[in-house]
């Protein structure tokens, strides 16, 4: 009897590590659902098993962040973007990300819906279809903490756990942490991050961006870094600002250097103005974004 209860023993001790060890591999642990979450609106989002039909209404970022935790064949249906990532270009387009096509969204039967305007948001939620805002994204994002917490609420939706997004986020670290090892003992340069109208007009990046958090880690200063979000600034602001590095998005860059007013800035006058991919810097490729920053700052830390 003693020996069947040693048995009995050994077989329960065997079961649960069984058990442990099957829990610690990442595709076989179950996944916690129903997820319930709760956006910087209030909003309340349920979903009761993984997502698999996603659409994303803007920003871009959401679509970056779905690509790097491995989800991009559930991007059924995007609004169109020079910023989309290529993974996920073969989603049905669906218009301009402040007034979707509500009709293609209906059809297209998405589990979640990523993005958008809170009034978008109202019009989805009266047709029963679930989408996450994220909550005033655009000021709410102020760095690479309010990005990773975003990352883990995008990992919590359509995964039930924020397991890959903490993957995610110790390699983002790692990539930043290499590339601010190379930049030890730089000379602090003065930038600005610029984003251009259609009509020329300017906006800076100021205090409180991602932005300014990777001009910083970069050993630079932030020329508007006495503003606070993205704000409005004038050619006669720039002039006096005199930025020795300008960055801007790739695709404003004609809209900045076609300006013949702004020749007698230092950045225009080195050939030191240069467009960047600005929509990853909310986004799941802060590494990148940061290699983007300091290769342009300091070329000499990085040679060929």
């Known amino acids: 009897m003693a020996a069947n209860s040693s048995g009995r023993c050994v077989t329960r001790w065997q079961a649960l590590i069984?058990?442990?060890?099957?829990?610690?591999?990442?595709?076989?642990?179950?996944?916690?659902?129903?997820?319930?979450?709760?956006?910087?609106?209030g909003h309340t989002v349920e979903l009761a098993k993984p997502p698999q039909r996603i659409v994303v209404l803007g920003p871009a970022l959401y679509a970056y962040m779905l690509v790097d935790l491995g989800a991009a064949s559930r991007v059924v249906g995007m609004t169109q973007s020079a910023d989309n990532p290529v993974e996920v270009?073969?989603?049905?387009?669906?218009g301009q990300s402040l007034a979707p096509d509500?009709?293609?969204?209906?059809?297209?039967?998405?589990?979640?819906?990523?993005?958008?305007?809170?009034?978008?948001?109202?019009?989805?939620?009266?047709?029963?279809?679930?989408?996450?805002?994220?909550?005033?994204t655009g000021a709410g994002i102020q760095g690479s903490q309010d990005v990773f917490a975003l990352l883990r609420t995008i990992g919590q939706l359509i995964d039930g756990d924020t397991r890959s997004a903490e993957r995610l986020i110790e390699q983002t670290r790692a990539e930043m942490s290499a590339v601010e090892a190379k930049l030890a003992g730089s000379v602090r340069s003065r930038v600005a991050v610029l984003y251009a109208g259609p009509r020329g007009n300017l906006f800076a990046a100021g205090a409180e961006t991602p932005e300014d958090e990777l001009i910083e880690r970069s050993v630079a200063k932030n020329v508007f870094g006495h503003l606070r979000h993205h704000k409005p600034v004038s050619v006669e602001e720039l002039l006096r600002q005199q930025p020795?590095?300008?960055?801007?998005?790739?695709?404003?860059?004609?809209?900045?250097?076609?300006?013949?007013?702004?020749?007698?800035?230092?950045?225009?006058r080195s050939?030191?103005?240069?467009?960047?991919?600005?929509?990853?810097?909310g986004s799941s490729r802060l590494g990148l974004a940061l290699r983007s920053y300091a290769q342009r700052i300091h070329p000499q830390a990085f040679p060929p």
């Open 102 to 136: 509500l009709e293609r969204i209906v059809k297209l039967q998405p589990d979640l819906v990523l993005g958008g305007t809170e009034t978008v948001h109202k019009q989805l939620t009266a047709l029963n279809i679930v989408s996450y805002t994220g909550g005033r």
């Open 18 to 41: 069984l058990a442990l060890f099957l829990g610690m591999l990442p595709g076989l642990a179950r996944a916690g659902f129903p997820v319930r979450i709760t956006d910087g609106e």
């Open 271 to 281: 050939g030191r103005v240069f467009g960047i991919n600005a929509a990853v810097h």
């Open 89 to 94: 270009q073969s989603a049905l387009p669906l």
């Open 244 to 268: 020795e590095v300008i960055l801007i998005d790739q695709n404003q860059l004609p809209l900045l250097t076609g300006q013949s007013v702004l020749r007698s800035v230092s950045a225009m």
